[in-house]
């Protein structure tokens, strides 16, 4: 990887304040605006730099990257170790929307075990880092959470797309 | 092969094989358990859910 980058992503930004990085990738935003309608003191179209992290509070920033709908706003923790403690409502960390970014600075997770929660009618969760082989392809997902299909209906196998909520699970749920 | 290496198989028709280091949850609220290998079903037939039992072949 590395060097290999797209044109597009030539464009991509960092805006580092003091506790967290704010990562910006035009190509991803679909201009929901949801960014500068909530606080125009950092998000600021028609300034340049558009984002000025000192506009705001940083929690507030956060709550606000947190509302973009794609990876066109994402952020972290500056303090790295921080990091492995953001849970899912934080949902534009970088590890959710942008693993390729988080797993530069967390390298030395890789023989840690993985995670798999089996949800009630509902996906199996794996978190963590595997190989993924899928129709005869192999795959390397680093500090990704994926949510595998389990109930057999989803268009999107083999991951879930939610289908089971319109079904009854099937029954026979205890192990 | 690297030791470590953790590995998910969608095996076609049949359930998702987890390799490795694994840590897992059966059921939400429950306890988590270490193990090296699992079988979870795929097609909501198993009678012994979250594990395949073969039941996508009937």
Redesign the interface.
Known sequence: MGDNRKITEKRNRSYRGREITVYWKPSACIHASSCYRELIEVFNPSRRPWVDMEGAPEERIIETVNLCPTEALTWKWNEEERNSDVDRAHTNHIKWRRPELYSQSGEDE???????????EGP?M?E????????GKSTIMKNTITS??????SKS??YCDGEHRNIR??E???? | MDRNKTVIEVIDGGPLKISGSICIVEKQGGKPEDKREVYLCRCGKSASKPYCDGSHNS
């Open positions: 890789d023989a840690s075990s993985l995670t798999v929660r089996v949800l009630d199996v794996v963590g880092s595997f190989s993924l082989i899928c129709g595998f299909c389990r109930c057999g209906q196998q083999p699970f099937p026979g749920e205890t192990p």
